[in-house]
């Protein structure tokens, strides 16, 4: 899969993303897409559809053909509450050596950079600093991970843990989310755990009243995010991108 939101990758596999460090490859793929997906929801998903027209959304605040400058009261800012982590066990199985693996999702804690960067190697993505890779996870809103965790039967405490899935979203935390970076393991692949990757997170933004959700998708992966309720160019708006001429 391949999408896109604040850090930028790209790949072949189940990956969403797009980077400044590697501009040129996120061009690639701008260029041939040319699709900028906006989350409108879908009964299927059971999620609320956006009843206000994309731009409306956006223009909250700002009174249509009118001049007057509108000044709320002040208020006292409440401090804004970051998105609560979860962990669970996406799924489990007993292999024929009687290893336990569980799937494991999770929106808290830290991620250890050279595993992230041993997974982008596995799904072709081109390599980026580990510090600029770091400043982009902490700068994102929310970040979730998939790790395989192997048990087995003989060993007492000893796990197996290691990173398979990621995706992670920027925000401004009021408005607009966009998400960036969906990658899987190529070899869990096909067990609709980008899916859920993407479902989790959506949902954690709605539940911040964060309805204006957008990602950048390969044309390979467009029918992936319409199942999942995203549209291509919503009322026509298309996205547009700056970059140097030299």
Same mark, same amino acid.
């Given at each position: 899969?391949?999408? =896109?939101?604040?850090?930028?990758?790209?790949?072949?596999? $189940?990956?969403?993303?797009?980077?400044?460090?590697?501009? !040129?490859?996120?061009?690639?793929?701008?260029?041939?897409?040319?699709?900028?997906?906006?989350?409108?929801? +879908?009964?299927?998903?059971?999620?609320?559809?956006?009843? #206000?027209?994309?731009?409306? %959304?956006?223009?909250?605040?700002?009174? @249509? !053909?009118? +001049? +007057?400058?509108?000044?709320? /009261?002040?208020?006292?800012?409440?401090?804004?509450?970051?998105?609560? /982590?979860?962990?669970?066990?996406?799924?489990?199985?007993?292999?024929?050596? *009687?290893?336990?693996?569980?799937?494991?999702? =999770?929106?808290?804690?830290?991620?250890?950079?050279?595993?992230?960067?041993?997974?982008?190697?596995?799904? *072709?993505? /081109?390599?980026?600093?580990? %510090?600029?890779?770091? #400043?982009?996870?902490?700068?994102?809103?929310?970040?979730?991970?998939?790790?395989?965790?192997?048990?087995?039967?003989?060993?007492? &405490?000893?796990?197996?843990?290691?990173?398979? *899935?990621? #995706?992670?979203?920027?925000?401004?935390?009021?408005?607009? #989310?966009?998400?960036?970076?969906?990658?899987?393991? $190529?070899?869990?692949?096909?067990? *609709?755990?980008?899916?859920?990757?993407?479902? @989790?997170?959506?949902?954690?933004?709605?539940?911040?009243?964060? &309805?204006?959700? %957008?990602?950048?998708?390969? %044309?390979?992966?467009?029918?992936?995010?319409?199942?999942?309720?995203?549209?291509?160019?919503?009322?026509?708006?298309?996205?547009?991108?700056?970059?140097?001429?030299?």
């Amino acid at each position: 899969m391949h999408a =896109s939101v604040g850090l930028s990758l790209s790949s072949r596999a $189940p990956a969403i993303c797009s980077s400044s460090a590697h501009f !040129n490859q996120t061009q690639l793929l701008f260029a041939h897409l040319n699709l900028n997906y906006y989350y409108t929801g +879908t009964k299927k998903a059971r999620f609320c559809r956006i009843k #206000a027209s994309f731009w409306e %959304s956006i223009r909250s605040g700002i009174l @249509k !053909n009118n +001049t +007057t400058q509108v000044v709320e /009261p002040s208020v006292p800012i409440e401090e804004e509450e970051e998105p609560l /982590p979860e962990e669970f066990v996406l799924t489990e199985n007993t292999q024929p050596d *009687g290893v336990i693996e569980q799937i494991i999702f =999770s929106s808290g804690g830290d991620i250890d950079l050279y595993d992230l960067q041993a997974l982008c190697d596995k799904v *072709g993505w /081109p390599r980026r600093p580990l %510090s600029k890779l770091g #400043a982009a996870l902490k700068n994102s809103y929310m970040v979730a991970t998939l790790h395989s965790v192997r048990k087995s039967p003989n060993a007492d &405490g000893d796990d197996y843990k290691t990173l398979i *899935g990621m #995706a992670r979203a920027t925000s401004d935390h009021a408005f607009n #989310a966009t998400i960036w970076d969906v990658l899987v393991d $190529p070899s869990y692949q096909g067990q *609709g755990l980008g899916k859920a990757l993407v479902e @989790k997170m959506i949902r954690a933004l709605l539940q911040r009243d964060i &309805g204006n959700i %957008s990602l950048f998708a390969d %044309s390979k992966v467009v029918d992936f995010y319409r199942n999942l309720g995203f549209e291509p160019d919503p009322e026509g708006i298309k996205g547009m991108f700056w970059h140097p001429n030299c």
